[in-house]
C-alpha cells in the first residue's frame, strides 16, 4: 500500500496562489488514481480534485473549476493541486489520497469511496 505525505500548506491571502505536493513511498502511483480531498472545521471531507493514473482523466468539484489544477509526475511518485485565487471558502486541512480505481467516471472519481490510501493532511489557512 502506497503512503502519502502532503506539503506546501499554510497561511495565504484570499486571491493568492498555493501549491501543495504529495509525496507517495512504498509502491508507484501509477497504478492509482489519486485525489485531493478537504475538511474544513465542523463540516464533512468533500472531494476538490481527482486526476486518473495516466492523468488523461481530470475532474474538479464545482467551486474549484478554473482555479484549481490537479496533476501528477508518476516518475517522482508525486500528485500536486495548484490553487489559485484562493477564497476564504477553501481554508480546511487538505489531505491526498489514492485509489486502486479502474473506471473512471463522475460517480468514481468525485467521491471519497474508491480512495483507500490516505495521508495525514495540510493545513490551508486563508486570510482576507
Known amino acids: 500500500q502506497v503512503q502519502l505525505v502532503e506539503s506546501g500548506g499554510g497561511l495565504v491571502q484570499a486571491g493568492g496562489s498555493l501549491s501543495l505536493s504529495c509525496a507517495a513511498s512504498g509502491d508507484s502511483i501509477s497504478r492509482y488514481a489519486m485525489g485531493w480531498f478537504r475538511r474544513a472545521p465542523g463540516k464533512e471531507r468533500e472531494f476538490v480534485a481527482t486526476?486518473?493514473?495516466?492523468?488523461?482523466?481530470?475532474y474538479y468539484r464545482n467551486s474549484a473549476g478554473g482555479r484549481f489544477t490537479i496533476s501528477r509526475d508518476n516518475d517522482k511518485n508525486t500528485v500536486y493541486l495548484q490553487m489559485n485565487n484562493v477564497k476564504p471558502g477553501d481554508a480546511a486541512v487538505y489531505y491526498c489520497?489514492?485509489?486502486?480505481?479502474?473506471?473512471?467516471?463522475?460517480?468514481?472519481?468525485?467521491?471519497?469511496?474508491?480512495?483507500?490510501?490516505w495521508g495525514q493532511g495540510t493545513q490551508v489557512t486563508v486570510y482576507s
Open positions: 486526476i486518473s493514473g495516466s492523468g488523461n482523466n481530470t
Open positions: 489520497a489514492g485509489g486502486n480505481i479502474r473506471v473512471f467516471s463522475i460517480k468514481t472519481m468525485t467521491t471519497d469511496k474508491g480512495f483507500n490510501c
